[in-house]
């Protein structure tokens, strides 16, 4: 493996995690508590399964650059636009969901910390991008 090859490997397992974390609450949660799901996720500008379709985008991207099929440079840039708009959404959407709506959604204790790692994939998605255009000497 090419050490240019590295970062974009790491941001694609990034970026899956991100969508593992952002479906996780309908696999792991009961039946009767999941209509509550959606309450919990239209809150801020977009929730996280909508912006699920950027970090589809960003592997797509990722592996582009990776195996060459783009130019690595062009993909690098445009991953990091892309990953910092995702992780700013993220946060702003995390921020603007209260208390009460997460824990009025069960008992479930690692929902309290849920959209913290989801604020925490979509950084390390940002933080590989920015490592990628690192390791193709772009700044």
Same mark, same amino acid.
């Given at each position: 493996?090419?050490? +240019?090859?590295?970062?974009?490997?790491? *941001?694609? =397992?990034?970026?899956?995690?991100y969508?593992?974390?952002?479906?996780?609450?309908? =696999?792991?949660?009961?039946?009767?508590? !999941?209509?509550?799901? /959606?309450?919990?996720?239209?809150?801020?500008?977009? *929730?996280?399964?909508?912006?699920?379709?950027?970090v589809?985008?960003? $592997?797509?991207?990722?592996?582009? *650059? #990776?195996?060459?099929?783009?130019?690595?440079?062009?993909?690098? *840039?445009?991953?990091?636009?892309?990953?910092?708009?995702?992780?700013l959404?993220?946060?702003v959407?995390a921020?603007? $969901?209260? +208390?009460? $709506? =997460? !824990?009025?959604l069960?008992e479930?204790?690692?929902?309290?910390?849920?959209?913290? &790692?989801?604020?925490?994939?979509?950084?390390a998605?940002? /933080?590989? %991008?920015?490592w990628?255009? #690192?390791a193709? %000497? &772009?700044?």
């Amino acid at each position: 493996m090419r050490p +240019e090859q590295r970062p974009p490997t790491v *941001g694609i =397992v990034a970026a899956l995690s991100y969508v593992l974390v952002a479906f996780a609450p309908y =696999v792991l949660l009961p039946e009767t508590e !999941t209509p509550g799901l /959606a309450i919990y996720y239209d809150y801020g500008i977009a *929730g996280p399964p909508f912006l699920t379709l950027l970090v589809v985008v960003a $592997v797509v991207l990722f592996a582009a *650059g #990776r195996e060459r099929r783009t130019e690595p440079d062009f993909v690098a *840039g445009l991953v990091i636009v892309l990953s910092a708009v995702l992780s700013l959404l993220v946060f702003v959407w995390a921020l603007a $969901v209260p +208390e009460s $709506v =997460v !824990t009025g959604l069960g008992e479930a204790l690692w929902l309290e910390y849920h959209r913290w &790692l989801l604020l925490l994939s979509s950084l390390a998605t940002f /933080a590989c %991008s920015v490592w990628y255009a #690192r390791a193709l %000497s &772009l700044f």
